[in-house]
């Protein structure tokens, strides 16, 4: 049986747990405690912050109840983060496995997973000393990607300077000896990614990619980077993405997550698809598009902002130009006429005049200066293809009223 075995803090890294009782139990070394806590049989590598058959070892050589496997292996590692993009059930069956045995996981994890450097927030620390008596590693700091305290919004320091088997095979907690000042210039794109990629971490398990719709792929369609397509309603402008994100990120970190050439059409099938299975593809995306997670994972699709106001202006009496319309959907006018036979929507915008008759019935309008700048006016504001456009929707719209008044009349 463990003696003085730490209750974990809010937050806490199952390996700062591990720390602590080190600190506790008074061994010389990492390994005395090691083997005091797992046996003789090693439980695998720590460095990757994932949960493995130690938990399960630890909590069998405490009373019953004490130490919660489920809770430790989801609050206090960083399971949740790291497949997040899994089905539920392949997230309930890995969790199951790697509590039980030394699971292969199904997706192979890059080297910012296999950590060499523990993060920490100096006013994390000065906090967790005021209102515990002591500091320890954060969870949510140790996020491959996050950079920023989303607490705090200062830049996170590191313990670096160790090679992965320093942190498979010793316990270290933070040197809370001397006080470092927090670092608060950080940018605003900093802040957004790192906040998503905690939410990764912090959201329940049953939240995850919709099998009926990619609220994301739809994300990126109302943020003005769809493209209507005769043989689907539409696909992503994937140049512009690219432009906008290495802008927005810098080329070095583009092209680390989506490779060289930046972004093809290809990427965004896997993205639609939910094929990809790592969590950073995901965040940088929805950072761009400024989307949170709630609304990614979200059980209700997302509206198709151009669909509805194609629909709802389609339904309008006013016949508009062309070129209004298109400007309105901020789209080209050459999908227009795609995004209509998509939608099985009859044309509503204005078509060229029959020759014969714009000629049959042309005449002559006297206005005053005040009347013609109206005219030019609303020909601007309200979309119309020509004043004379304008004009014959005023007398239609006089004839209707007209003929409406003589129908109550009667």
Known sequence: MLQYFPTPYPDELWYSVLGRYHVRSGNPNSATTLRELFGAESVGGMGNFLPNCGIRRVAEKLPEGVLDERDIALHHTLFLYTFRFQDLSTKEKLLE???NEKVKFP???PKPYTSTV???CPLCMREDKERYGEAYWHVTHQIPYVTICTKHRCRLRMKDGMKKWTLNDNLFLPMDKEEIEADLDITETEAELSGILVKYQELPIEKGPMETHNNLYEGLLNSDYGIA??????SIDYKSVETDLLERFGKDFIEEHFGTPVMRAAIFGNIRNWNYKLPERYAILSTLIHQDPEITFSEERLENKTVSL??????EP???SKKYVARSLEMKEKHLDILAHNLNVVPFWEQKPDAERAKEYRGYVCFTEDEWAYVQDSVSKYGFQSSSAFIRF???QYRDRENMHFIIND
């Open 97 to 99: 496995q790697a509590l």
């Open 107 to 109: 997706i192979k994890l």
């Open 118 to 120: 523990l993060k920490y």
């Open 229 to 234: 397509r005769k043989d689907k309603n539409f």
């Open 310 to 315: 194609f629909l709802r202006m389609s339904k």
């Open 318 to 320: 006013v016949i508009r």
């Open 394 to 396: 005023c007398v239609g």
